[in-house]
Structures are given as structure tokens and as C-alpha cells.
């Protein structure tokens, strides 16, 4: 039972335009959402969040969207460069105020920026 | 600042063989977390801890335990090692916030 769901494996777009990756979740007691960012061999790093109180939160060349009726987020990325090239994983909380904070990750999504 | 660091960095065990992956942080957070990441799998959650003290089960606990050593610290200790437990592992700290913050890995290989 998947409660985040990223539905394409991977996504490529060539340098300049914009990348668009997609969430799905199905637990409508998440409240809060992130994106982490993946290169081979190392760690996930946090790219951006945002809550449920928001539709939308911008971050340079990052915004991410929230449809609630939908349960459905997305990652805009513009303009899109090679170094973004990176697993992408969407995360959701629905804990927020307590005293443990547990995500719940998707499966990720591959970007590749062809130069 | 070195942030979550994790030891070691490559294992390769045989089946029946135990460790225990060593995980530090070093940003004071409360929150620490045991992750394995797996092909098409994504991150799955193994243990956590709330806070010095405490511990609870993820969503994939068997075969695992885990020591909050300190504040600091926090262990993740495989009894005796399968082949099903070949997987990257991930540990991560976060204070008060859902934003967590992930170590660089372990990579173990069971044989």
C-alpha cells in the first residue's frame, strides 16, 4: 500500500526548459510535503517543503505546487540545468507539532538535463 | 559542522555474520532515523528515534536493532546478517521539524 506514489520512473528535458516531476499521496492526514534531491553515492539532500496551509512555494529555480482536493504535488524546475540531474524523492509528514517527524517517501524519480 | 556522518562507508558481510552501522550527528537535533534504500524501492523507514532514550519500530524493523547511544548517536545493529539485507542504508537526524537530514550512506553487500 504505497502512500506516496511517484508514477514516472524518469523524466528527461534538455537544458533551458523546465522540468516538471509529480507526487501523488493517498493518506489525507499528511500535512506537510518535501523534495529531496539524490546524486549517486551519496545522501539524500532537502530541496524544498511546503505545508498544507500553502498551493504554492518558490525557492530561486524551485517551486513546488499543491493541489489538496487532488492530493498531488509537483516540482517545477526553471530552467533546468545538468547539474540537476538527480534522483528526485517526494516525502510526506503528518505529524507536524509533535515530537517525532516520520516521512514517507516516494520511489523517486529520475531527471536527467541533456546540455 | 560535519553535519550526519556514518561508518562505514562499504561492508561486505557473509550470511550469519553480525555489524552495527554507527550513525553521529552533530547539529544537537532530538530525531534520529534508520533508512535502507533499494532498488525501485525507495527509502523505507527501519527505526527511529524520537529523542535520547527512546526508540520505535518503521515500517521494516525485522532483523534490525538499534541503540540511542546519546544524543549523538544512534546504531543500527544487524544480528545476523541475510542476503535480503544487501541495501544502502541511510541515517538522518531533524529537530522539531519534518525537514530531516541525511548522512552520505552505508553500502552493505550480504553474500
Known amino acids: 500500500d504505497q502512500q506516496v506514489k511517484q508514477n514516472s520512473p524518469s523524466l528527461s528535458v534538455q537544458e533551458g526548459r523546465i522540468s516538471i516531476l509529480n507526487c501523488d499521496y493517498t493518506?489525507?492526514?499528511?500535512?506537510?510535503f518535501l523534495w529531496y534531491k539524490k546524486y549517486p553515492a551519496e545522501g539524500p539532500t532537502f530541496l524544498i517543503s511546503?505545508?498544507?496551509?500553502?498551493d504554492k512555494n518558490e525557492d530561486g529555480r524551485f517551486t513546488v505546487f499543491l493541489n489538496k482536493s487532488a492530493k498531488h504535488l509537483s516540482l517545477h524546475i526553471v530552467p533546468s540545468q545538468p547539474g540537476d540531474s538527480a534522483v528526485y524523492f517526494c516525502?510526506?509528514?503528518?505529524?507536524?507539532?509533535?515530537?517525532?517527524?516520520?516521512?514517507?517517501f516516494g520511489k523517486g524519480t529520475l531527471l536527467t538535463v541533456n546540455p | 559542522n560535519a553535519g550526519v556522518t556514518q561508518t562505514p562507508k562499504f561492508q561486505v558481510l557473509k550470511t550469519g555474520q553480525s555489524m552495527t552501522l554507527q550513525c553521529a550527528q552533530d547539529?544537537?537535533?532530538?530525531?534520529m532515523y534508520w533508512y535502507r534504500q533499494d532498488p525501485g524501492m525507495g527509502l523505507r523507514l527501519i527505526y527511529y528515534s524520537a529523542s535520547e532514550g527512546t526508540t520505535d519500530k518503521g515500517e521494516v524493523p525485522n532483523g534490525y536493532n538499534v541503540s540511542r547511544l546519546n544524543k549523538r548517536e544512534f546504531s543500527l545493529r544487524l544480528e545476523s546478517a541475510a542476503p535480503s539485507q544487501t541495501s544502502v542504508y541511510f541515517c538522518a537526524s531533524s529537530e522539531n521539524t519534518d525537514t530531516q537530514y541525511f548522512g552520505p550512506g552505508t553500502r552493505l553487500t550480504v553474500l
Open positions: 511546503i505545508s498544507s496551509i500553502k
Open positions: 493518506n489525507s492526514m499528511f500535512d506537510y
Open positions: 516525502a510526506a509528514s503528518g505529524l507536524g507539532g509533535g515530537s517525532n517527524y516520520k516521512l514517507t
Open positions: 547539529m544537537n537535533h532530538n530525531s
